[in-house]
T-cell receptor
Framework: DGGITQSPKYLFRKEGQNVTLSCEQN?????MYWYRQDPGQGLRLIYY???????QKGDIAEGYSVSREKKESFPLTVTSAQKNPTAFYLC???????????????FGPGTRLTVL | AQSVTQPDIHITVSEGASLELRCNYS??????LFWYVQSPGQGLQLLLK??????LVQGIKGFEAEFKRSQSSFNLRKPSVHWSDAAEYFC?????????????FGKGTHLIIQP
């Protein structure tokens, strides 16, 4: 079945450590996204990538980094510069704009990151 | 500034009763509009979407939504709720057309179903 996988489901990190969250999709989608979810805040866009080897900052990119070396993979690194990293992180993907279904984003199951 | 507002943080309805969740947006043109549902600790599932055409759209699980340009609204409705509808509901908007630049989400409405 096609879909988006995120791993791990739960992640614990000590303060001052970098950590990388995995996101893989087999939907053959061009665009991929990372969102952060905090209680009562909805989802906020961290980074997105519309094509391999290219990505753009979203609304809250500070303290995060990404790479897009393969179409199906879009890992997110939470760096030690992120002041409040404890949150639920969601990865999403969508077909290229104009290819039908444009705009509709498909979401992975999420990774809950807790900083100890 | 472009924004999405869900005015109700929590809504409680009795099982079998009708439901309406409100969503308003601030934008100079007609955006792409979506409703998503999220169960605790899970990802988001698309309920329905509006791009153009008929302003009343049907979605999955018996949900529908109506786009009203004059009110900048996209309210979600269901005629009779089931206990399994208890979840968090998010209205989302693409202001860039096509959604390629990401979605802007409301803060969500938590739906509680009373037996």
């Amino acid at each position: 079945d096609g879909g988006i996988t995120q791993s791990p489901k739960y992640l614990f990190r000590k303060e001052g450590q970098n950590v990388t969250l995995s996101c893989e999709q087999n939907l053959n989608h061009d665009a991929m996204y990372w969102y952060r979810q905090d209680p009562g805040q909805g989802l906020r866009l961290i980074y997105y990538s519309q094509i391999v080897n290219d990505f753009q900052k979203g609304d809250i990119a500070e303290g995060y980094s990404v790479s897009r070396e393969k179409k199906e993979s879009f890992p997110l690194t939470v760096t030690s510069a992120q002041k409040n990293p404890t949150a639920f992180y969601l990865c999403a993907s969508t077909p290229r704009s104009g290819s039908g279904g444009a705009g509709e984003q498909f979401f992975g199951p999420g990774t809950r990151l807790t900083v100890l | 500034a472009q924004s999405v507002t869900q005015p109700d943080i929590h809504i409680t309805v009795s099982e079998g009763a009708s439901l309406e969740l409100r969503c308003n947006y601030s934008y100079g043109a007609t955006p792409y509009l979506f409703w998503y549902v999220q169960s605790p600790g899970q990802g988001l599932q698309l309920l329905l979407k509006y791009f153009s055409g008929d302003t009343l759209v049907q979605g999955i699980k018996g949900f529908e939504a109506e786009f009203k340009r004059s009110q900048s609204s996209f309210n979600l409705r269901k005629p009779s709720v089931h206990w399994s509808d208890a979840a968090e509901y998010f209205c989302a908007v693409s202001f860039s057309g096509g959604g390629a630049d990401g979605l802007t989400f409301g803060k969500g409405t938590h739906l509680i179903i009373q037996p």
